[in-house]
T-cell receptor, first 112, second 112 residues
């Protein structure tokens, strides 16, 4: 069974641009969560989707948004990029809302 | 919301020694406590988890203990090996399936 797949793996953007990251969960998993990981800040929760509905949202500005499609694939978007948005963005899927999280390799975003 | 604190932030031990990482949580409704290991440049992976109906769980050299009254749980690694070197994250979640909240992480270094 294929694991969680995130694309792109690496990307470089400049301030003010926007970016879209994609996550394909493990087949059969209906819940997808997104986390931001920066050195010294651990794993900061962004949002969680289940059956195309956002169930939970972390404490991030409105520039961060996401969605989930009917096939459970998810995307997150960051608009008006700032230098501080440079981070590893991790997607995790689980069978349901209370199951074990399986993480993808992450998308490493660098904002110049 | 839930708040999870993790200590220490870094831990250095000699190969063969034991390592203990401690976490406290704030929400008494939390009842699921997983531990994730993240090796350098890799994705976080679940190594062990415990639910609130048990006080201790073991898996070979790894054990987790939970004290619901004091709202803290700990990861114990015995006979540490160099391959145990990684960042370890604790987390907590309640039964309503609210978001998994992570601690700040512990960088464990096992010296040969």
């Amino acid at each position: 069974k294929a694991g969680v797949t995130q694309t792109p793996r690496y990307l470089i953007k400049t301030r003010g641009q926007q970016v879209t990251l994609s996550c394909s969960p493990i087949s059969g998993h209906r819940s997808v969560s997104w986390y931001q990981q920066t050195p010294g800040q651990g794993l900061q929760f962004l949002f969680e989707y289940f059956s195309e509905t956002q169930r939970n949202k972390g404490n991030f500005p409105g520039r961060f948004s996401g969605r989930q499609f009917s096939n459970s694939r998810s995307e997150m978007n960051v608009s008006t990029l700032e230098l501080g948005d440079s981070a590893l963005y991790l997607c995790a899927s689980s069978l349901d809302i209370s199951g074990e999280l399986f993480f993808g390799e992450g998308s490493r975003l660098t904002v110049l | 919301g839930e708040n999870v604190e993790q200590h220490p932030s870094t831990l250095s031990v000699q190969e063969g020694d034991s390592a203990v990482i401690k976490c406290t949580y704030s929400d008494s409704a939390s009842n699921y406590f997983p531990w994730y290991k993240q090796e350098l440049g890799k994705r976080p992976q679940l190594i062990i988890d415990i639910r609130s109906n048990v006080g201790e769980k073991k898996d070979q050299r790894i054990a987790v203990t939970l004290n619901k009254t004091a709202k803290h749980f700990s990861l114990h690694i015995t006979e540490t090996q160099p391959e145990d070197s990684a960042v370890y994250f604790c987390a907590a979640r309640d039964n309503a399936g609210n978001m998994l909240t992570f601690g700040g992480g512990t960088r464990l270094m096992v010296k040969p």
